[in-house]
């Protein structure tokens, strides 16, 4: 486990660049776990930006999937039920060169570790260190149990 503190912007974007540069083994799943407020979806954004997404990258919360080149960005918060998880098909996003990011995984941990045996699995943690600052915890396939 690695943990980070983030103090600005600036600095979550510099994480999310160095998170796709180091981490060439692919298909990845980022799963973000944290509060409301706690930097999941600018998480996601830099992470997109990081890998040449155009677009404007908006929070699936109603929707819950967004797909974008080399990216699908699902959000977790809304499912009440592993069927609904189940239904995602998140196992068929893992292919090729694709980095899938999860917000609010925690609600379905267990989901997550069991199809990672597809991927590199990479958790990430935000807690709130203060008004503008976050405590990143990054943790690798070896370090994560369901």
């Not at 799943?29 to 930006?49: C, S």
Request: some cysteine; proline content about 2%.
């Amino acid at each position: 486990m690695k943990s980070i503190r983030i103090h600005s912007l600036r600095d979550m974007e510099q994480l999310g660049t160095d998170l796709v540069k180091d981490c060439p083994q692919r298909p990845l799943i980022l799963a973000l776990e944290g509060n409301l407020g706690a930097g999941k979806t600018t998480f996601a954004q830099y992470i997109g930006k990081a890998l040449g997404v155009k677009e404007a990258m908006t929070s699936p919360t109603f929707i819950l999937h967004l797909e974008y080149e080399g990216l699908d960005h699902l959000d977790l918060y809304r499912l009440e039920s592993k069927v609904e998880f189940d239904e995602l098909r998140i196992f068929k996003m893992l292919t090729g060169n694709k980095v899938v990011v999860i917000e609010w995984a925690d609600k379905f941990k267990n989901e997550i570790v069991k199809i990672s045996n597809k991927a590199n699995l990479i958790w990430i943690k935000f807690e709130h260190a203060g008004t503008d600052s976050r405590i990143v915890k990054i943790y690798h396939n070896e370090d994560i149990s369901d």
